[in-house]
Structure formats: C-alpha cells, structure tokens
C-alpha cells in the first residue's frame, strides 16, 4: 500500500465531528480580528504614507 492510500482510508474511517460551539466562537473572533485589523493598518497607512497608494 503506498502512503497516500493509507492516509484515505485512515479519513474514511474517522467519524463526522460537528465543531463545538466554542470552537465557533473562536473561528468567527479570528476572522472577525483579521478582517478588523486589516481595515485598520489600511487606513493607517493611507494616513502616514499617502504616496504609496
């Protein structure tokens, strides 16, 4: 058996697992921070470096 059929029937046979709610909570806060914080360092550096835009 090579090693990438292996690992396709190791998936097979694992179980669905529905994310907690916890674990929701927290991939909406990371994209959350990480689309908030683009925005910011966005309009700070149209801010302090006008000339680059």
């Given at each position: ?5 292996k ?9 669905y697992?529905?994310?907690l709610?916890i674990e ?10 990480g689309v908030?914080l ?13 000339g680059?835009h």
């Open positions: 058996m090579t090693e990438k059929s690992i396709a029937d190791e998936l097979k046979k694992m179980e697992e529905p994310l709610p929701i909570a927290l991939v909406k806060w990371s994209i959350g921070l908030g683009l925005v910011v360092f966005y309009v700070l550096s149209r801010v302090f470096f006008p680059g």
